[in-house]
């Protein structure tokens, strides 16, 4: 069983930046890939951006690409996102995600794909 914690939400003004920090509760996160989520009122929850198990395939939602950055830490079973010039439409709560192994896109944009998950962290984004 793997447990989630996520930290790092808050409130931003349009063009900051926040980091996500998502903590795993054991020692064998390494061999898990990762991603997060998000999901807006009355909106369905969306892929953000995945990390494969072994840290070498990273995946974003096209709206993200190129202001967030997720990554791992191994060492302190930690995945992190770093989400630079943020927009309003990025407020959500966000949702750290996991799963063992793992590379492939298909596995990993996909949320029923993983099995444990985060209580989730408030983004919001002010204009």
């Known amino acids: 069983q793997v447990q989630l914690v996520e930290f790092g939400g808050g409130l931003v003004q349009a063009g900051g930046s926040l980091r996500l920090s998502c903590a795993a509760s054991?020692?064998?996160?390494?061999?898990?890939?990762a991603g997060w989520f998000r999901q807006a009122p009355g909106k369905e929850r969306e892929f953000v951006a995945a990390?494969?198990?072994?840290?070498?395939?990273?995946y974003y939602a096209d709206s993200v690409k190129g202001r967030f950055t997720i990554s791992r830490d191994n060492a302190k079973n930690t995945v992190y996102l770093q989400m630079n010039s943020l927009k309003p439409a990025d407020t959500a709560v966000y949702y750290c995600?996991?799963?063992?192994?793992?590379?492939?896109?298909?596995?990993?944009?996909?949320?029923?794909?993983?099995?444990?998950w985060g209580q989730g962290t408030q983004v919001t984004v002010s204009s």
């Open positions: 054991v020692g064998t996160f390494s061999i898990h890939a």
């Open positions: 990390i494969s198990w072994r840290g070498t395939s990273t």
């Open positions: 995600a996991a799963k063992q192994f793992g590379s492939n896109y298909e596995d990993l944009v996909n949320a029923r794909r993983y099995d444990y």
